[in-house]
């Protein structure tokens, strides 16, 4: 099977980074929020505009160094006191400058929102702009957080889409080599026999080859060219076996306008004649059902045991290619409750049941 023109999509591509446009569109609304509000208190929008024009700079410049520089070098490398400490005079610097600029640039009474008039640095003075500090601090703080976390969750759900894709796209094109391996070795045992089944299986097999070189790029396939492919499967062991197989197929239900995973059924079928009919002497029987229902396939395939191989089908394909891989593409493909796989022997059959969810 061809996968040199599968693409992986690109595990990043998605994720926008922060731009200076956010930056500015952020600040800006916080500004004209902050100084409608203080202004409104004050009963003073003049003082209020005059006031953000300083507190703001000093906002911004504390936030950026504590989001790109404290937190990274201090926070995240665990050396929590010195980030305290720095911090902590960060504020203190700050305090000094607000007071001085809204002392000699503003008004002399720098806390006209406190509980008293002052002119110079007071404890409760500086206790309140430390924490009012903190307050804008901690909330930029928490928006780059959650827009990190959000960036690095979009960033492991892209890596593991691409890994769940790559390993999906593996498994797929395992079922082709192996499928044709085994066609391949058929049709030498005919050639040996010089019979003239030779050219019509060959036939077939070069439409079967079509249909997985080309049809099958998809994670999901349309269910009609998927029982197509199994019909011309079921021709091609037909003209090999002749008048000794017997194919009771029905198929009830609108299977139009319906997907599934590509090559998904096959193995099942191919699973049916490599263990039951490849085996048998005589007359084979194989039914196999397609029920379409409430949004979801009911597929059943059941084929013969041959007493000297009997329990050992489902030993011999759980640990090859076959089932095996079909179990992996399931529990890769499909959600747990969009899928529900059978596997039994009873009274020399073996039977497989699948019900799954058509997308």
């Known amino acids: 099977m ?31 929020f902050n100084t409608l509000r203080w202004g409104s208190y004050f009963g003073d929008y003049s003082y209020s505009l005059k006031t953000n024009l300083i507190g703001f700079p ?47 640039l503003v008004s002399e009474n720098v806390w006209p929102e406190g509980t008293e008039v002052i002119s110079k640095l007071t404890f409760n003075y500086s206790v309140d702009m430390m924490i009012g500090e903190l307050y804008v601090i901690t909330f930029v703080t928490a928006i ?40 391949l070795n058929n049709i030498y045992s005919l050639s040996l026999e010089n019979s003239n089944k030779t050219s019509k299986i060959i036939l077939k097999l070069s439409e079967l080859m079509r249909y997985f070189l080309y049809e099958t790029k998809k994670n999901k396939q349309s269910l009609e ?3 197509l492919s199994i019909q011309n499967y079921l021709e091609l062991e037909r003209i090999r076996f002749d008048e000794n197989l017997e194919i009771n197929m029905d198929i009830s239900g609108d299977i139009q306008n ?3 995973a590509p090559m998904l059924l096959l193995s099942f079928i191919e699973n049916a004649f490599k263990h039951g009919a490849n085996k048998n002497i005589g007359k084979i029987k194989i039914d196999i059902d397609f029920l379409i229902k409430d ?51 009873k009274n020399n059959v073996f039977k497989v049941a699948l019900k799954i969810k058509l997308k």
């Not at 990274?72 to 980030?83: E, G, N, R, S, T």
């Not at 009911?298 to 011999?316: C, L, M, R, V």
């Not at 640990?319 to 969009?338: F, H, M, Q, S, T």
């Open 295 to 345: 949004g979801f396939l009911y597929f059943t395939i059941a084929n013969p045991i041959p007493s000297k191989d009997h329990g050992s089908q489902q030993k011999n394909t759980s640990g090859g290619i076959g089932l095996e891989n079909v179990k992996k593409r399931l529990a890769l493909g499909y959600k747990k409750n969009e899928y529900d796989l059978k596997i039994e022997e």
């Open 258 to 260: 319906k997907k599934i």
């Open 225 to 227: 060219k998927e029982v």
């Open 58 to 104: 000093i906002h911004m410049t504390l936030c950026y160094l504590n989001v790109y520089v404290f937190m990274p070098k201090f926070v995240f490398k665990k050396k929590y006191l010195a980030y305290i400490s720095l911090l902590v005079t960060s504020l203190f610097v700050m305090l000094l400058v607000k007071f001085n600029l809204t002392y000699y």
């Open 144 to 183: 780059k957080i959650t827009m990190d976390w959000l960036k690095e969750h979009k960033r492991v759900t892209d890596l593991e889409k691409a890994k769940l894709e790559t390993e999906l796209l593996f498994l797929r094109t395992q079922i082709s080599p192996h499928f044709f391996f085994n066609t």
């Open 2 to 32: 061809s996968v040199t023109n599968y693409k992986v999509s690109s595990v990043s591509s998605n994720i926008r980074e922060i731009s200076l446009r956010h930056h500015i569109i952020f600040w800006s609304l916080y500004f004209m």
